[in-house]
Each structure stands twice: as structure tokens, then as C-alpha cells.
């Protein structure tokens, strides 16, 4: 319902409130604040009177079909009724729904306009912090490499009005039209630190396993202190062979393999740790 219509409301209860008849469903329409309900003498055979509040206008009292529908009793004012528009019943002080909302002696029908605005804007998109362990700084000390760079997105929106009102805001999408680059921050750590494995007794794990040698060879297939396979070793970064990697990297990524399996990869000698 437009600005437009509710002006040719007032315009229409101007009109009536002078003396013009009322048409369609209407007999007696004046302004609220001016004049009492219709007296049950005055009212047609099968009407009944009730209150009309359409928008921000002032309310007024009008008499109608009984039992009509309030859509049907605003449109009869020459109001427009939209999709959009809530047309709502209150009866003894309390709103009415499905068959009740056809309306009785004494009920309020108003009529809420609703505009929905449909909005598209760009924001921005966090960049974020990629952090990276390193041994290569002091423990606990930090580095930035790569600059981040916030991305943007194209937001749209619809925004609900009633009666003018801002009422509800709706996101219907979001589209990246720039992707966001983290920022990029070594930190240093230990070497070979595994939080939750560091405590373990390795050592006593390796002697179990290759007598605490790191390039010793199993002709099954197992390399180095912890008896690696080429496919396990690989699975927690490792690179190349296992035994010719130093123990300290051996170490580690056995500590890697615990904190993901357990004692498990090591059956015989996890009891050890």
C-alpha cells in the first residue's frame, strides 16, 4: 500500500465526515475522534460498526456487512490491499485468526503497511592469521611473512517496513567477489615439540624397537629409531626414508604418529612410553 492510497483515504474520510454517502460496504464513516460508534437505530439490517485504523492515519468508525472479511471492509474505503500489506483483527482486546477474523460488532480491523526494501552493498571480509610452528625462532618468539589482505563481498539484503517503520532485516546472499589472504606468522617452538607427546619415554621406545639405532633396517620394510614404514612415515610429513632422516625429525614425527594413533603403530614395545 503506497503513501498515495492513504492520502485518498483521508481525503475519502474528509469527504464522508461532511456528509458524502458511504459506498459498497459502508454506511456511517467519520473520524474517531469526533463522533461516537453508530447507534444500533442507525445501523442497516445485517450491518454492524466497527473501527478501521489503516497505516499512521487516524482511526475511525465505520458500519459494515456483518461477518465480512476485513480485507473486504478496507477495500471497500478505496483502499488498496497488497501481497505484503498485514491485515490484522483485534477483538476484546486480543487479535483473531483463521475463520474468527471475519469481523463482529465492536472488533478493530487494522491494516499494516508493509514495504519491503531490497537492498546490495559491499563489506568486508576479515582477512585472518595463519600461524606456522617453527625451530627456526626462539620459542614463543613470532615472525609475520605475508601480509594479510581483507577480501569483499557483496551483500543483499531486504529490509521490512511497517507502516514505515524499520521492522526485520534479512540477508539473502553472500557473494566473495575479492577472496581475503591471511596473514601469514611464524612461531617459533621447541624442536620436535608435540603438545601431549613430549613426555613420553622415547627413548625407551627406541631401544625396544631398533636398539636405539636411527638407521637401522628392517628387510620387512621398517626404517629407523621408531621402525617406520615408507607409507606410515610419509602419513605424518615425513619425507624421503625414515632412517636417513636425523633422530631429532625421527622423534618427532613418531610423536606425531602417537598424538594421531596412540601406542598402537607400535604394538609390541608401546608399553614402553
Not at 471475519?102 to 546490495?120: M, N, Q, S, Y
Request: glycine residues 10%.
Amino acid at each position: 500500500m503506497s503513501v498515495t492510497t492513504r492520502t485518498d483515504l483521508s481525503r475519502r474520510l474528509r469527504g464522508v465526515a461532511a456528509g458524502a454517502a458511504a459506498a459498497a460496504l459502508a454506511l456511517t464513516l467519520v473520524p474517531a475522534a469526533v463522533a461516537s460508534e453508530p447507534a444500533g437505530d442507525t445501523l442497516q439490517r445485517g450491518q454492524v460498526a466497527v473501527r478501521l485504523k489503516v497505516a499512521t492515519d487516524p482511526a475511525v468508525k465505520v458500519a459494515v456487512a456483518r461477518r465480512a472479511w476485513p480485507v473486504r471492509v478496507i477495500e471497500a474505503q478505496g483502499v488498496a490491499v497488497d501481497g505484503n500489506d498485514l491485515v490484522k483483527v483485534v477483538r476484546e482486546g486480543r487479535k483473531v485468526t483463521g475463520p474468527d477474523k471475519r469481523v463482529r460488532h465492536g472488533d478493530t480491523v487494522r491494516l499494516v503497511d508493509v514495504e519491503k526494501r531490497r537492498t546490495t552493498k559491499r563489506t568486508r571480509v576479515r582477512a585472518g592469521i595463519v600461524e606456522v610452528p617453527t625451530t627456526e625462532l626462539e620459542p614463543g618468539r613470532r615472525k609475520v611473512v605475508r601480509d594479510g589482505r581483507a577480501g569483499r563481498q557483496r551483500v543483499v539484503a531486504v529490509r521490512t517496513l511497517h507502516n514505515g517503520e524499520p521492522a526485520t532485516y534479512r540477508v539473502v546472499s553472500r557473494t566473495v567477489v575479492r577472496e581475503p589472504v591471511p596473514r601469514r606468522v611464524l612461531v617459533g617452538r621447541e624442536p620436535w615439540s608435540v603438545p601431549g607427546a613430549d613426555g613420553l619415554n622415547w627413548g625407551a621406545l627406541a631401544q625396544c624397537e631398533s636398539g636405539g639405532n636411527p638407521r637401522a633396517v628392517n628387510p620387512a620394510g621398517y626404517y629407523g629409531l621408531y621402525q617406520f614404514n615408507v607409507s606410515t612415515w610419509r602419513s605424518v610429513g615425513g619425507s624421503g626414508m625414515p632412517h636417513h632422516a636425523s633422530a631429532g625429525e625421527q622423534t618427532y614425527r613418531a610423536k606425531r604418529l602417537y598424538q594421531s594413533r596412540g601406542r598402537s603403530p607400535w604394538p609390541n614395545c608401546g608399553r614402553l612410553l
